[in-house]
């Protein structure tokens, strides 16, 4: 092993990266540093992107990263996520999560594909977002990240209690990891965004007690939580969000986002958003779809997803016409079973009333009319109002008690 480094040492300077096998290990120039690299780290990446990842990179664990999240929370810009604050500290010091972690496997799916075309290609519809038009990735990637843990295990010899995996469920901030292992950057659009995967990567991550030689962020030498790294002097995202929602370049105000209102809202949507919500009737891709890195985006192997086509072609009568069968019976599996129908009524209503469409006027009146839920008969009377149909609300009025209901009469 001496050998090695000695040969190595004496490259010049301004020789990047050079690695040299040694019986079983291996040495690699990073700039000035040498670091001595096991091969049963490559062997594992190659393992996990047999297990169906598109992304496979390693980040060291002995800085902090998301240092902008306590400010964030401070402004309130969670929303009703009060988790994200009961969480925060776990989510700033992985030791919290996993006494002795040294090293972060971040782990990328992607979600592209010319299948699911964007939003603006049929206007009329209800929108979905697209990682919403597939069987729920949680569960889909679990057996994955299962299989990943078993490889760990197998591969250097740890056991259960030496890693932690998550898919976007516990207190890690996987995009500020992704950044630093150079899967990608942090976009304007507080994204994270892939070379060669655009916008449309579904992350995952194992904290690990085991200590990985780190891959490289994008810009070595930049801090890689830099905001906008490779975005130049592109506003796209920020110019197309339809609410206003980026108080600053990769901040997102949660309250006035779309996504968050469509999905972790699980009361009233404010008044002053929902004409900006337009016919998104489950989460929001616009600052996503408008990003120019998206023109380098290849088709993932797709191995850990499974499409769910057919729900893109849901009209919005037979969502307005959603029972509790149904419901179970179409999304079953899908992310949108967390809404719940009441939640997915009052999207539909929203998106009725901004369809401009009168002929849905009959099954908003009922839904105003009859539906157990104050929240649903909330957003049916503001549709149906939106749409010119206050004559028909008449009995609708005299009878409602509810005060959520009562102040959508109001204007």
């Given at each position: 092993?001496?050998?090695a480094q000695v040969a190595v040492s004496m490259l010049p300077i301004g020789v990047r990266c050079i690695r040299v096998h040694w019986r079983s290990f291996a040495v690699e120039r990073h700039g000035d540093c040498l670091v001595t690299?096991?091969?049963?780290?490559?062997?594992?990446?190659?393992?996990?992107?047999?297990?169906?990842?598109?992304?496979?990179?390693?980040?060291?664990?002995?800085?902090?990263?998301?240092?902008?999240?306590?400010?964030?929370?401070?402004?309130?810009?969670?929303?009703?996520?009060?988790?994200?604050?009961?969480?925060?500290?776990?989510?700033?010091?992985?030791?919290?999560?996993?006494?002795?972690?040294?090293?972060?496997?971040?782990?990328?799916?992607?979600?592209?594909?010319?299948?699911?075309?964007?939003?603006?290609?049929?206007?009329?519809?209800?929108?979905?977002?697209?990682?919403?038009?597939?069987?729920?990735?949680?569960?889909?990637?679990?057996?994955?990240?299962?299989?990943?843990?078993?490889?760990?295990?197998?591969?250097?010899?740890?056991?259960?209690?030496?890693?932690?995996?998550?898919?976007?469920?516990?207190?890690?901030?996987?995009?500020?990891?992704?950044?630093?292992?150079?899967?990608?950057?942090?976009?304007?659009?507080?994204?994270?965004?892939?070379?060669?995967?655009?916008?449309?990567?579904?992350?995952?991550?194992?904290?690990?007690?085991?200590?990985?030689?780190?891959?490289?962020?994008?810009?070595?030498?930049?801090?890689?939580?830099?905001?906008?790294?490779?975005?130049?002097?592109?506003?796209?995202?920020?110019?197309?969000?339809?609410?206003?929602?980026?108080?600053?370049?990769?901040?997102?105000?949660?309250?006035?986002?779309?996504?968050?209102?469509?999905?972790?809202?699980?009361?009233?949507?404010?008044?002053?958003?929902?004409?900006?919500?337009?016919?998104?009737?489950?989460?929001?891709?616009?600052?996503?779809?408008?990003?120019?890195?998206?023109?380098?985006?290849?088709?993932?192997?797709?191995?850990?997803?499974?499409?769910?086509?057919?729900?893109?072609?849901?009209?919005?009568?037979?969502?307005?016409?959603?029972?509790?069968?149904?419901?179970?019976?179409?999304?079953?599996?899908?992310?949108?079973?967390?809404?719940?129908?009441?939640?997915?009524?009052?999207?539909?209503?929203?998106?009725?009333?901004?369809?401009?469409?009168?002929?849905?006027?009959?099954?908003?009146?009922?839904?105003?009319?009859?539906?157990?839920?104050?929240?649903?008969?909330?957003?049916?009377?503001?549709?149906?109002?939106?749409?010119?149909?206050?004559?028909?609300?008449?009995?609708?009025?005299?009878?409602?008690?509810?005060?959520?209901?009562?102040?959508?009469?109001?204007?």
């Open positions: 092993m001496v050998t690299m096991d091969p049963r780290q490559e062997d594992l990446r190659q393992r996990l992107g047999r297990l169906g990842f598109d992304d496979v990179r390693f980040a060291a664990v002995d800085a902090p990263v998301g240092q902008g999240l306590r400010p964030w929370l401070e402004a309130g810009m969670q929303g009703t996520m009060h988790w994200m604050e009961r969480s925060a500290d776990k989510r700033l010091s992985p030791e919290l999560v996993l006494p002795g972690a040294k090293s972060m496997i971040v782990l990328g799916v992607s979600y592209w594909s010319d299948r699911f075309p964007p939003a603006h290609a049929a206007p009329t519809k209800p929108v979905w977002a697209r990682y919403a038009l597939h069987e729920d990735y949680h569960d889909t990637i679990k057996p994955a990240l299962v299989a990943a843990g078993r490889a760990l295990e197998s591969v250097f010899g740890v056991g259960p209690a030496d890693y932690r995996y998550y898919v976007d469920t516990g207190p890690v901030l996987e995009r500020a990891w992704a950044a630093r292992a150079g899967v990608g950057f942090t976009g304007k659009n507080a994204m994270l965004i892939s070379r060669r995967h655009g916008n449309w990567l579904l992350l995952a991550g194992i904290l690990t007690r085991i200590e990985f030689t780190p891959d490289e962020p994008i810009r070595r030498g930049q801090e890689p939580g830099t905001i906008g790294l490779l975005c130049g002097k592109c506003t796209r995202c920020l110019d197309a969000c339809p609410t206003n929602a980026f108080p600053a370049p990769g901040v997102v105000d949660a309250r006035r986002c779309i996504s968050y209102q469509t999905i972790e809202n699980k009361g009233v949507i404010p008044r002053s958003l929902r004409a900006g919500i337009g016919q998104r009737i489950f989460g929001c891709d616009v600052c996503l779809e408008v990003c120019p890195w998206n023109r380098f985006a290849r088709e993932g192997r797709r191995l850990l997803l499974a499409a769910r086509h057919d729900l893109g072609s849901l009209t919005l009568p037979e969502l307005l016409a959603m029972t509790p069968e149904r419901f179970a019976e179409v999304f079953r599996r899908t992310p949108i079973k967390r809404l719940k129908l009441t939640g997915l009524l009052r999207n539909a209503c929203i998106v009725a009333g901004n369809s401009g469409d009168s002929s849905h006027l009959p099954q908003l009146v009922s839904l105003a009319s009859t539906h157990a839920s104050a929240l649903v008969r909330a957003h049916a009377v503001w549709a149906v109002r939106k749409l010119g149909g206050d004559p028909l609300l008449l009995d609708v009025r005299t009878r409602e008690t509810n005060p959520i209901v009562l102040a959508e009469f109001k204007d």
